[in-house]
């Protein structure tokens, strides 16, 4: 099984649009098709000033959202599910053999996916199929399932910022409720997601020493 990562310039997509009109990051973590056309997801909002409510209803504004539906409200962070009438890209995701893992945009005009093949060929089959709707798409990354790394993108991210920013250094230059302002999610996630970061990395650099 293979794995990949790619971006989609000039998508007609709520969470680019979304991102990119408020300065967030808005990921899809679950999304299944739905009703012929359209799709249902899950989706989280990090980098939100106060409760978010102007974010949902641009969201519930857009023709192709049915129904927005919020589960979680936190500091600088909103989780919640959609229902869209129109979604192409989980369609396609899917007649091709693939799964999606997740999509995401952190307000650069793109769309970025991650999604799993399902058997031989199937990727192939997306990106020509993906291709073929005049879209400008982008690999970032194609590797087998076995190769996967053991950090997940968030993880990567918000260790990256703290080892930038000086949260390993002694004494330290930043504390952990700057790092997690700085990213948009609350303190306690943002020490949770750091030391699942750590504890990841560490695990995968004395595995390869063995």
Partial sequence: MMEAEFSIRGMRFWIVDLAASRSLNVTVTECIPW?????????????????????????????????????????????????????????????????LESAWSDGDGKAY?????????????????????????????????????????KQEKLVRLALERGFFDYPRRVTIEELARMSGISISTAAETLKRGERNILTAYFERKR
């Fill in 113 to 153: 996916f991650k999604v799993l093949s399902g058997s031989e060929g199937s990727l192939p089959e997306l990106i020509r199929a993906i291709s073929s709707k005049g879209m400008d798409i982008d690999i970032v990354r194609i590797a087998r399932t076995a190769d996967r790394p053991t950090v997940t993108r």
């Fill in 35 to 99: 009703r012929k056309r359209g799709g249902q997801a899950l989706f989280e909002i990090n980098g939100l000033e106060g409760d978010g409510a102007e974010a949902i209803e641009e969201m519930r504004s857009r023709p192709e959202i049915i129904s927005v539906e919020t589960s979680d409200v936190s500091e600088g962070r909103l989780v919640g599910s959609v229902a869209m009438r129109e979604l192409w890209i989980i369609w396609t995701i899917v007649d091709c053999g693939c799964f």
